[in-house]
């Protein structure tokens, strides 16, 4: 979250564009809701006039019409937002980068003495990326699903209290779990990132010197240490994704656990 905000303060030139897609995502994430609340009431009326208890076409018909035009209001502002959000990790992309490399030429000429060039612009670029990637999975899913859960949790108060609850109970389970599932991933993810980066910075130099390292014959020897900076990568990845599948176990299980809960009360 400190680093999510640190983002946030420097990109304040794109802090409109973010506060758009934010009413965007929070008016569409409350049409969703509509058409099922809506069609509740088509079922009763089409029930009352079957079982002669009353009921209105009329009200049927609006009840339809309405149902269809929420459904395609919903649906533009989604793809509004969806298409905003992907234009603002673009731009956020660009400002981030220009920032980056504009820091990059104003650094005194002993820094590049001691750090490989390839190191410097696989960080960047792996950087940039995986802001870029989080801002488009904000803005198109993570948000949405949040704010829809909210909702959904307000509407299942109206009928079921008890249900409310247990759905209510499944969202700080879910957030302490993968939080703990975060943390673990990012602490063996900086561990594989400097392996990554003297590798991606090796071959890079290798590359732009070629020449240079044929004619000292050391192809063998720069092919072994990638190889064995690959193989070391490897090992932390398969400990990394034991503890994330483990977590993801436990997410599932009180997921099933809320479930139960929930068939019993019901």
């Known amino acids: 979250?400190?680093?999510?905000?640190?983002?946030?303060?420097?990109?304040?030139?794109?802090?409109?564009?973010?506060?758009?897609?934010?009413?965007?995502?929070?008016?569409?994430?409350?049409?969703?809701?509509?058409?099922?609340?809506?069609?509740k009431f088509i079922v009763?009326?089409?029930?009352?006039?079957i079982q002669h208890n009353g009921g209105?076409?009329?009200?049927?018909?609006?009840?339809?019409?309405?149902?269809?035009?929420?459904?395609?209001?919903?649906?533009?502002?989604?793809?509004?937002?969806?298409?905003?959000?992907?234009?603002?990790?673009?731009?956020l992309r660009k400002f981030l980068t220009e920032k980056f490399y504009d820091k990059v030429l104003t650094l005194p000429q002993s820094y590049f003495d001691g750090e490989v060039s390839g190191k410097i612009v696989n960080q960047l670029n792996r950087a940039i990326q995986t802001i870029q990637n989080f801002i488009n999975g904000s803005t198109n899913f993570m948000l949405p699903t949040f704010l829809q859960s909210i909702f959904t949790i307000i509407v299942l108060?109206?009928?079921?209290?008890?249900?409310?609850?247990?759905v209510a109970i499944l969202f700080p389970i879910y957030l302490?779990?993968?939080?703990?599932?975060?943390?673990?991933?990012?602490?063996?993810e900086i561990e594989k990132n400097k392996y990554e980066d003297l590798n991606r910075g090796r071959i890079t130099e290798v590359?732009?010197?070629?020449k240079l390292v044929k004619s000292f014959n050391s192809q063998l020897s720069e092919f072994k240490?990638?190889?064995?900076?690959?193989?070391?990568?490897?090992?932390i990845y398969a400990k990394q994704s034991w503890v994330f599948h483990m977590y993801d176990f436990?997410?599932?299980?009180?997921?099933?656990?809320?479930?139960?809960?929930?068939?019993?009360?019901?």
Do not use: C
């Open 1 to 39: 979250m400190k680093n999510i905000w640190k983002i946030i303060q420097i990109s304040k030139p794109l802090h409109k564009i973010a506060i758009i897609i934010g009413a965007l995502i929070l008016i569409s994430s409350s049409l969703e809701l509509a058409p099922p609340i809506l069609s």
């Open 44 to 49: 009763d009326e089409i029930i009352n006039q």
């Open 56 to 91: 209105s076409l009329d009200r049927l018909i609006f009840l339809l019409i309405a149902t269809f035009l929420l459904s395609l209001l919903g649906v533009i502002l989604t793809t509004a937002s969806d298409r905003l959000g992907d234009h603002f990790a673009g731009k």
């Open 157 to 166: 108060a109206h009928y079921s209290i008890p249900i409310a609850i247990f």
């Open 176 to 188: 302490w779990l993968s939080f703990l599932s975060t943390k673990s991933w990012g602490v063996r």
């Open 207 to 210: 590359v732009g010197n070629i």
């Open 225 to 235: 240490f990638i190889a064995e900076n690959l193989s070391d990568i490897n090992k």
């Open 250 to 266: 436990a997410r599932n299980f009180s997921l099933i656990l809320i479930i139960l809960g929930i068939s019993i009360v019901a």
